[in-house]
Each structure stands twice: as structure tokens, then as C-alpha cells.
T-cell receptor
């Protein structure tokens, strides 16, 4: 069975500091991996995705993520956080058998940015 | 503007009173899906549809029904709502229908349902 673990429920960082949000997955084959962001009162917006190829993927808003097969991880990073990055972040995995559309989500990490 | 529209945004109802949450997309997407979001549990898939008249159960389908009579609409039906269905619901759609795809999901803005 597939699963996604986001071990940090809540992270607080200072504006301008670097950020890393952790994501570990369990899946029987190479998965499709995603990071979504949810601002208060909004739906989810795709930040970036990994399907194959280069294990370091670039996304919108200056985010990047690195797929590490040996660690079953897909951590999200940003070198300098802006106050507008405060939101909830979800890691998700899609299966090659069921397709990239049927996503299994982690429980989310809420990011607070302090001035 | 390309979008997924859910209605209503907020709904308060009582146990046992049938309700429908509508979802419509204007992108001619073949794939549509419903999720519920609960604190500490993230998003869990309720039902999905690969195309018109084709629907399948997700991870938490109990207590819900869906239909896909037209490509653009995918309503979520609660025949007899219960308090444990109090949640934030999201509809999503995607262009791709095949199994190996890189078409991302587009989400609606959510429907907050309270069942008393």
C-alpha cells in the first residue's frame, strides 16, 4: 500500500531564512511525486512534480524538490522564504498503476513565517 | 478563465437530510475526483471518474455517492449525512485519462460542510 509521511506538522521560519519541508513515501515502484500548496480559504495549487529524469525539479515561486530513491524522500526546499509563503504544504504520490491523477496525500505541514 | 467551481462554499445541515455538492469544470477535462480534508489526516480521496458514466471508489467512499452524466459536472451526494462527514471537501479535475500522464490536477476552492 502506498503512504506519504510528512513528519513536521508545523514549522516556523524567519523571513529570508532557508526552508526544507520533509516528505517520505512508501510505494512499490517509482512513484509520481508532487508538492501542493494551500493558502487559507483556497484550493490546492501545484508547486512542482517529479515523474522521471533529473531528480532535482524546479517549481513555481522559487521552490525546488529533490527525489532521493535510496531514502524514499522528496523534500521541498526554498533558499529564502518570503512572508507570502505562509501556507499549508502537501506532499502527494501517484501510482504508475493507477495513474498520476489518483493522488495519495500526506497530512500536510503548516508553515508560519515571522518577520 | 479555466476553473473548477464548487457550490456551495459553506453548508450547514442536519443529520439525515440529503444534500448535493456540485462541481463543474470548464476545461473539457475527462478526469474528476472528490477529496475530503480533515485536520491531521490531509486529503483523502472519496470517488473519482475517468470519464462520463465511469466512476470508481477512492479510499473513503462510505456514505457518499457520485454521478458523471456529463463531462463537465461531477456532483457529490450525501444521501443521509452524519456528523462524521463534517469536513472540507475539494473537487479536482485533470485533462488526462490515461494511466501514464503528466497532466496536473486543478482544484476547486472547497466546500466546508457541517453536519449537526
Amino acid at each position: 500500500a502506498q503512504s506519504v509521511t510528512q513528519p513536521d506538522i508545523h514549522i516556523t521560519v524567519s523571513e529570508g531564512a532557508s526552508l526544507e519541508l520533509r516528505c517520505n513515501y512508501s510505494y512499490g515502484a517509482t512513484p509520481y511525486l508532487f508538492w501542493y500548496v494551500q493558502s487559507p480559504g483556497q484550493g490546492l495549487q501545484l508547486l512542482l512534480k517529479y515523474f522521471s529524469g533529473d531528480t532535482l525539479v524546479q517549481g513555481i515561486k522559487g521552490f525546488e524538490a529533490e527525489f532521493k530513491r535510496s531514502q524514499s524522500s522528496f523534500n521541498l526546499r526554498k533558499p529564502s522564504v518570503h512572508w507570502s509563503d505562509a501556507a499549508e504544504y502537501f506532499c502527494a504520490v501517484g501510482g504508475r498503476k493507477t495513474g498520476a491523477n489518483n493522488l495519495f496525500f500526506g497530512t500536510g505541514t503548516r508553515l508560519t513565517v515571522i518577520p | 478563465e479555466a476553473q473548477v467551481t464548487q457550490n456551495p462554499r459553506y453548508l450547514i445541515t442536519v443529520t439525515g437530510k440529503k444534500l448535493t455538492v456540485t462541481c463543474s469544470q470548464n476545461m473539457n477535462h475527462e478526469y474528476m475526483s472528490w477529496y475530503r480534508q480533515d485536520p491531521g489526516l490531509g486529503l483523502r480521496q472519496i470517488y473519482y471518474s475517468m470519464n462520463v458514466e465511469v466512476t470508481d471508489k477512492g479510499d473513503v467512499p462510505e456514505g457518499y455517492k457520485v454521478s458523471r452524466k456529463e463531462k463537465r459536472n461531477f456532483p457529490l451526494i450525501l444521501e443521509s449525512p452524519s456528523p462524521n462527514q463534517t469536513s472540507l471537501y475539494f473537487c479536482a479535475s485533470s485533462l488526462a485519462v490515461d494511466r501514464v500522464s503528466n497532466s496536473p490536477l486543478h482544484f476547486g476552492n472547497g466546500t466546508r460542510l457541517t453536519v449537526t
